[in-house]
């Protein structure tokens, strides 16, 4: 971008002058000469056209009947099966399509080629007026000075002081759209636990019958909620923090880190499925890589290293849930999360 | 005033509109309005598409009120769908699903009321993109622009809220991630979650609380600024594109009665009607394959509406973790640790932020650095102004980056690449994409502002090819006729504006980096072709090539 690509400005022509650009323009040479379109010289043309948007208002009314058609002849109420309502959806919009189009199209056609199609010219005007605004301003000033607010700074500033209080009561009234009547300490100590806890059973998610250990194959997934989850207050709440992916592996490929050594049953690990990026389930388990994968955002997590993120947008590993089994064989858990699960938030630490 | 002087109608017809005319001043209106004349062109239209398909959404939403329940109550769908029945679901799904398939049209309804909203959103964008790089923004319409800006932001508002109501899983994953996006705000994020959704995700109270928002508020503003937007469009007159016979200080088109009346008055309809095909032969947001929402499933390949689409595309493309280094940041403080949750936070609102923020100041910021405070009536070609149609295209870019990350899932399987890899891509022209844009749009405006010249000064290829006695083979040129040589040479050339001292003789930091910015913008620039320069051009060419028809062509 430098002055070799515009030459030298005395013989490129590109460059113009400061002091040329106001004078040396070329004049305006007025609205170009009107010409008549086919329909405003032949008599016959205009009828012709006459004729196509009477057509189109046609089209209009035969689309209408249409509707009718499709309405009570295609849809047979609480009896159609999914086929026959997509044929009936198709004939509803085609008939309104063509209702629509008709009318619209005709009165287009219409005005094109038979209103006429001289462009008209009008000045636009001043926006606020010199003397206009000077008015207004005597208005204000004659408004101000009246109420007297500037002469009584008392009333004035006790007035913004009583307009500056009386909103914040409207904020206030907001707080119970928490609806669980619990402190904001209760509430961010609830976000932190599950309700996982010592000996529940994992269970297959939606069914709900326990999991043997001796069910789980090397490779295989499973999607995995608390025993009784159904039973709770709000399951749907439960679930959105319990949810667990359970999958089993050969122990020789995985690294545990200290402490976690009891945490998985010969190779059977339990993470929570809530992504800690933005909290979609994370639903994609690629046997091979032993990755786990959100298809949200793609945060990808890699199972052999403690679900630790290898790709994509999450900022922390997924939390393990302690695992072991019961007296009967089933799979249970040793504790809750030992972490809050899902996305991360100011308070979690 | 005495009764004879009193004006007698002869019709029925006359009688009603004296009856109105003389009770709400009806002549005044139809004076001023009647034969106000509108400038015709099809890039105006964007804005109509978007006002037309506002109304299908109010007369399509309204209906659907008529049926939709926005309770979150668990009931057991017992309707005529029958993969579903017996399947537990909120009420607000099953009464969406009743819609669907047990009130005759109602699909139809949902279908039109959701691809509506899809064409408002879109027709709101292109409209304003029209705007920004045909500069119709300029004063006086800054204000009218911010309205445009704020009406995109509140039509996506309402897109989202209206998106979630179904309560279906699609969209009840959308919630999870806005819940996630809340959570992430540092301070309040946590209270603001559990106001919002009235405890812990997802609560029973959600549905209900955007249905008020998506049905009252977001709607009633919306109305408010369309109101305001076409109070503004009357009183600043509408803008026009350059040409002869055009000014700044005139309006050329047509008449509202009965031309321009005719056709935005059937355009209408014509949205109307390719909205009811779209609706009758496209399917959209089938919640009956997605299911109730449940926590635990979800479908892969999932998208969100599309305008939402490059928030959910920025999420993607920022890493969460680079080596051993988080964007998870936990911070001690006295009272314990707190964590800032960068790798949200900073897709989220860093990139659309400083996009409406720049959509916003760009008036102010034009006006800054051209020292133009003109009032500007004639759009600009986008060619004639680089810097901005560069700047517009910089922005679009940076847009469509994030829009297409949204999408890399898909990208990544149909076209048999690694998504991986189709994240770094996307990462790198996150970056590189709007310089580049920027560079090659420049490029381009000023090449065809060359053409332009050329064009001018040398006339238009005749396709005539002409032997000299000498045997050289020349075409012929033409030169082309007065009026697209004033459409092609009148336009504003914009200069680089040295900084200059103020009064007291100081060169300020801000007007130094002003000069700046003006260098960078209008250092490189073509300006018009001048008379004397098409005389000069004729001298050096020897007039009879140029003027093989002057008659046809220069006579007026």
Redesign the interface.
Known sequence: ?GDH??GSPENS????K?D??AQ?????????PHRPRLADRDPRAAKRHERQVALLFTISIIGTLFFFVA?FVL?R????S?AE?RV???????G?????????????H???TL???H??????HE?TSEADRQDAVEIVDTIIEESGIKRRPLIRNTLIGAIALAPIPAVFM?RD????GKT?HQ??D??RHTMWDTGIRLTR??SGTPIKASDVQIGSAF?V?PEGINETE?P??E???A?VLLMRMDPAEMQISEGREDWNVDGIVAYS??CT?????I??YEQHTHHLLC?????TFDLTQECK?V??????ALPQLPITVDADGYLVAQSDFHEPV???????? | MSASNEYTPATTTGRIANFVDSRVGASGIVKEFG???FP?HWSFMFGEVAMYTFVLLLLSGTFLTFFFDPSMAHVVYEG??VPMKGLGMSTAMASTMDIS??V??G??MR?VHHWSALLFVASLSVHMLRVFFTGAFRR?RELNWVVGGVLLIMGMAAGFTGYSLPDDLLSG?GL??I???M?????V???L????F????????VIQ?LYSLHIMIVPAVIILLIVIHLFMVV???HTQYPG??R?????????VG??YA??A??????????V??????FQINPIWNYGP??????????QPDWYIGFV?GA???????LGNF???W?IPFPW?????????LL?ALVPAGAIFMVMFAWPWIERWVTKDNR?H?LLDRPRNAPFRTAMGMAGVTLYSVMWAAAS??LIATHFHVS??DV?YWLRTLFFLGPIFAFWLTRRICLSLQ?KD?EIV?HGREAGIIQMSPEGAFTEKHEEVD??K??LL??FV?R?YIPAEPDAAGHVSGSEKRRAMISKFFF???????????LEAAHAAHGHHEVEGNKADSIE?
């Open positions: 971008m690509s515009h022509g590109t460059v113009a400061a040329d650009v040396d323009r070329f004049p305006d040479p007025g609205l170009p309405y849809g109420l609480g009896e159609m999914f309502l009936q959806n198709a004939a509803l919009g085609l309104t399509g063509f209702a629509m189009l008709g009318i619209g199209v005709g009165i287009v219409w005005a094109k209103m006429p199609d462009e008209l010219m009008e000045m636009r926006i907001f759209l928490d609806r669980t904001a509430m961010i609830q976000m998610d939606p999607h909620v709000n749907l709440n679930k959105a923090k949810v499925k809530i990026h933005v909290g979609c389930p639903a994609l298809p949200c955002h793609q945060s993120v790709f994509g947008p999450a900022g922390h899902g996305p991360a938030y100011w308070e979690r630490g | 034969r106000k004349i015709d005529s769908y398939f047990d005759r049209g699909l139809f279908q006086p994953n999870r991630i819940d996630g996006v959570k992430a705000l540092p301070i994020g946590t209270y979650s559990m106001f919002f009235g405890g812990e995700f997802p609560g029973e109270h609380r009183t600043h007159k002869p016979g000014t700044n200080d005139n309006v050329v088109g047509f008449p009965p031309v005719a056709k008055g059937g355009f209408f309809f014509i949205v109307f009607g390719i009811a095909l779209i609706a009758g032969l929402y449940d926590p635990s499933p979800v479908s892969a390949g999932t959910d999420l993607r493309l920022m890493p969460g973790v988080s964007f998870e936990n314990g640790t707190n964590t800032l949750v960068l790798s949200v897709p009032e009536h890399s899932d998504l991986n994240t060359r010249r000064l007065v009026y040589r004033y040479t009148n050339d200069q250092e490189d620039r073509v300006a018009p072709v001048t008379p004397s320069e007026k």
